[in-house]
C-alpha cells in the first residue's frame, strides 16, 4: 500500500513563531496536498502541488506557505503561527483528479 | 468553485439496521466522486469512488450509486456494525487535481 509519513506527529508552537511540518511520500505520486481537519469544516485545502517545484493555493491558503523540492517532499510552512492555527493536519498524495489519495497520518499542532 | 454537502453533524444507530448517508455536490465538470473512511485517530482513507452514471458501487458491504440528474452519491450499507463506527467524508473530483470535501457525516453504532 500507498506510504504517507509526516513528521512531527505532534507539536507546540507559540504564536509569532515558525512551524514547518513535513511530509514525505514514497508512492511517486505527481500531486501532493496538505489539509487542515476541524470539527464542524471536514477537511480543507490548504496547498498542493503538481510536481517538485510546483506549489498551488488551494481553499484556505492565508498564512500558510509550501514548499515541493523534490517527488517525494512536501512542506507546509506557517511563518508567523496564530491560534486559529491549532488543528490538525494531513498531507496526501495521488496522482490526479480521479486517482485515491493517500493520507498520512496527521499532525496535531497547538499554537499557544 | 466545486462543493459537497452532506448529512450534518452526528448518526446514531443500532447495530444491524440500514443507514444511508446523503451527499449531493456542485461542479461544472464531469464529476468523479469518492467517500472516505476516518476512523478515531486514524488517516482518511478511500471507501468507495465512480464517475459512471447510474452505476452502483460496491465496498466493504457499503454502497453508492453516482446520480448525475440529482447530483448524488449517498453511501449506504443494508446493516451497519459496531466496527462501521467513524467520520465519513465525501469528495468531488473536478477538472484538476483538487478534491473538494464536505463537512464529514459521524456515524456512531450502539449494540
Known amino acids: 500500500e500507498a506510504a504517507v509519513t509526516q513528521s512531527p506527529r505532534n507539536k507546540v508552537a507559540v504564536t509569532g513563531g515558525k512551524v514547518t511540518l513535513s511530509c514525505n511520500q514514497t508512492?511517486?505520486?505527481?500531486?501532493m496536498y496538505w489539509y487542515r481537519q476541524d470539527t464542524g469544516h471536514g477537511l480543507r485545502l490548504i496547498h498542493y502541488s503538481y510536481g517538485a517545484g510546483s506549489t498551488e493555493k488551494g481553499d484556505i491558503p492565508d498564512g500558510y506557505k509550501a514548499s515541493r523540492p523534490s517527488q517525494e517532499n512536501f512542506s507546509l510552512i506557517l511563518e508567523l503561527a496564530t491560534p486559529s492555527q491549532t488543528s490538525v493536519y494531513f498531507c496526501?498524495?495521488?496522482?490526479?483528479?480521479?486517482?485515491?489519495?493517500?493520507f498520512g497520518p496527521g499532525t496535531r499542532l497547538l499554537v499557544l | 468553485g466545486d462543493s459537497v454537502t452532506q448529512t450534518e453533524g452526528l448518526v446514531t444507530l443500532t447495530k444491524g439496521l440500514p443507514v444511508m448517508l446523503n451527499c449531493t455536490y456542485q461542479t461544472t465538470y464531469s464529476p468523479f466522486l469518492f467517500w472516505y473512511v476516518q476512523h478515531l485517530n486514524e488517516a482518511p482513507k478511500l471507501l468507495l469512488k465512480?464517475?459512471?452514471?447510474?452505476k452502483r458501487t460496491e465496498h466493504q458491504g457499503f454502497y453508492a450509486t453516482l446520480h448525475k440528474s440529482s447530483s448524488s452519491f449517498h453511501l449506504q450499507k443494508s446493516s451497519v456494525q459496531l466496527s462501521d463506527s467513524a467520520l465519513y467524508f465525501c469528495g468531488v473530483g473536478g477538472s484538476n487535481a483538487k478534491l473538494t470535501f464536505g463537512k464529514g457525516t459521524k456515524l456512531s453504532v450502539k449494540s
Open positions: 496526501a498524495s495521488g496522482d490526479g483528479t480521479k486517482d485515491t489519495q493517500y
Open positions: 508512492n511517486n505520486h505527481n500531486n
Open positions: 465512480s464517475s459512471t452514471d447510474n
